[in-house]
T-cell receptor, first 112, second 114 residues
Framework: GEQVEQLPSSLIVQEGASVLINCSYTDSASVYFPWYKQEPGKRLQFIIDIRSNMERKQNQRLTLLFDKKTKHLSLHITATQPGDSAIYFC???????????FGTGTKLQVVP | DAGVTQTPRHEVAEKGQTIILKCEPVSGHNDLFWYRQTKIQGLELLSY????????DGGAFKDRFKAEMLNSSFSTLKIQPTEPKDSAVYLCASSQLGGQDTQYFGPGTRLLVL
C-alpha cells in the first residue's frame, strides 16, 4: 500500500528563517495531497493542499511544490514565527473512496 | 458549528477493561475516520465510514477494536479488552468527500491503560 515519508523528522530554526519540509510517496495513483499542522495541545488543522494536476500552490507564507515524476512534495515556509512551531503532516490519497495516508510528521520549533 | 467533538477527553483504564470513545462529526459530512496517534507510529487509521457504511477497518486493529456509526451524527470506538500498548491519543475526523477533501479533526481522547 501507499507509504508516505517525511524529512526531516524535526528541526529548530531562528525566527524569520525559511524552512523546507520534504515528503515522498510511493503510489503513483495518488492525486490529492493535503497538509496538516498540529500545534502543541491543539487539534490537527488543514493548512494547504495540492492536486496532481498542479505543480505549485501558495497560501500567504506557505508554498507547496509537487513533482509527479519523482513523487515528491516540498512545503516551504518563509519568515517563520514562533506560532509556526508545530508538527506538520503530509498526506496522500488516491480518490474519494479511500482514505488519506499520513506521513510520520515533521516537528518544527521556531525560537525567538 | 462546533466542529468535530470527542468525549471523553481523557480516559484511564485498567488492563482488560472495555472502554468506549465517542465522536460527533461536523454536521453534513459523509465520511468519518478514527485514528490512533502515537509518537512512534504517527497517525494510524483504525476505521473509515462513508455514509455510515464501514469502508476500511484498519486491518491490524480488527480483533479488539470495533467502531460503529449508528447514525450520521454519532460514532463510537470500542476497545475490548484494553491492553497497556493501547495507550495513545485517539482521533476522530470527518470530511465531505473522503480522501479527496480536507479532514476536520476532533481534539482527541487521551487513553492511558494501566
Amino acid at each position: 500500500g501507499e507509504q508516505v515519508e517525511q524529512l526531516p523528522s524535526s528541526l529548530i530554526v531562528q525566527e524569520g528563517a525559511s524552512v523546507l519540509i520534504n515528503c515522498s510517496y510511493t503510489d503513483s495513483a495518488s492525486v490529492y495531497f493535503p497538509w496538516y499542522k498540529q500545534e502543541p495541545g491543539k487539534r490537527l488543522q488543514f493548512i494547504i493542499d495540492i492536486r496532481s494536476n498542479m505543480e505549485r500552490k501558495q497560501n500567504q507564507r506557505l508554498t507547496l511544490l509537487f513533482d509527479k515524476k519523482t513523487k515528491h512534495l516540498s512545503l516551504h515556509i518563509t519568515a517563520t514565527q514562533p506560532g509556526d512551531s508545530a508538527i506538520y503532516f503530509c498526506s496522500a490519497s488516491i480518490n474519494s473512496g479511500t482514505y488519506q495516508r499520513f506521513g510520520t510528521g515533521t516537528k518544527l520549533q521556531v525560537v525567538p | 458549528d462546533a466542529g468535530v467533538t470527542q468525549t471523553p477527553r481523557h480516559e484511564v483504564a485498567e488492563k482488560g477493561q472495555t472502554i468506549i470513545l465517542k465522536c460527533e462529526p461536523v454536521s453534513g459530512h459523509n465520511d468519518l475516520f478514527w485514528y490512533r496517534q502515537t509518537k512512534i507510529q504517527g497517525l494510524e487509521l483504525l476505521s473509515y465510514f462513508r455514509s455510515k457504511s464501514l469502508m476500511e477497518d484498519g486491518g491490524a486493529f480488527k480483533d479488539r477494536f470495533k467502531a460503529e456509526m449508528l447514525n450520521s451524527s454519532f460514532s463510537t470506538l470500542k476497545i475490548q479488552p484494553t491492553e497497556p500498548k493501547d495507550s495513545a491519543v485517539y482521533l476522530c475526523a470527518s470530511s465531505q468527500l473522503g480522501g479527496q477533501d480536507t479532514q476536520y479533526f476532533g481534539p482527541g481522547t487521551r487513553l492511558l491503560v494501566l
